[in-house]
């Protein structure tokens, strides 16, 4: 029978996360094929939303929205009003569908792994300065627009553990007397660059000295 299924449908025999035609879960590790499923999504609200329904109980609580242009130049489509995954975040905000399944897949495989390893406690909550912004990157005039501008990119300023610790991007990316927050906020921002698009922080450049920003664009920077 195996011999059968190889010869005639060779994909049945792969991993979820290797294969194709496999519906993409949070669950799949990741791989070049969950990379290019995670990509795929935009095009695909209703598949996205699938993913988010057929999440583990209490993975994330959001609110599907419709489509909506809240600034004329800037409509917004297969977006989200995201509340918490299995953290608490600092402030509800919109983001795109494609977006929150990649923080899941990130938070669950990657973030609080680092959590426990260095600092000894998983994320409890995280600050983050807001998603949708209609506006060209660093407002210049003739400029691209901002992953913002589509709800496609988050900026992440700080974290807090379960026991009650804070790190912060601005404070801790540098603290040498703070290692393990250190190695945290560096090996996290590393991670993130495995599951977004664009991942910047810090050693990027000054408007990034206090924040992530982790988007779902396909320039493939990590900085």
């Known amino acids: 029978m195996l011999i059968a299924v190889a010869a005639t449908r060779p994909w049945e025999l792969l991993p979820p996360a290797w294969d194709p035609w496999a519906p993409l879960a949070i669950e799949h590790k990741m791989t070049p094929v969950t990379g290019w499923k995670l990509t795929r999504l935009k095009d695909q609200p209703e598949q996205c939303l699938g993913v988010l329904q057929a999440a583990p109980e209490g993975a994330v609580d959001y609110l599907a929205l419709e489509d909506y242009t ?3 130049s800037c409509p917004l489509t297969n977006v989200v009003r995201l509340q918490s995954t299995g953290v608490e975040f600092s402030s509800p905000f919109t983001v795109s569908c494609p977006w929150t399944v990649s923080w899941l897949m990130f938070e669950r495989q990657q973030l609080q792994s680092l959590a ?3 600092l000894g406690s998983e994320v409890a ?3 983050h ?3 949708f912004a209609c506006r060209n990157i660093y407002n210049r005039e003739r400029a691209r627009r901002s992953e913002h501008a ?3 990119a988050v900026d992440i300023a700080a974290f807090r553990t379960e026991d009650g610790q804070s790190v912060s991007v601005l404070k801790d990316w540098s603290n040498h007397s703070e290692q393990g927050k250190r190695r945290f906020l560096r ?3 590393a991670a993130a660059c ?3 698009g664009t991942v910047l922080g810090p050693d990027y450049n000054q408007p990034h000295e206090n924040h992530f920003h982790l988007d779902t664009s396909t ?3 990590c900085h």
């Open 116 to 118: 426990r390893t260095h």
């Open 125 to 127: 909550s995280i600050q």
């Open 150 to 152: 589509t709800a496609s």
């Open 219 to 221: 320039f493939g920077l």
């Open 194 to 196: 495995d599951y977004f």
């Open 70 to 72: 809240p600034v004329a």
């Open 187 to 189: 090996e996290t921002h």
């Open 129 to 131: 300065y807001g998603s």
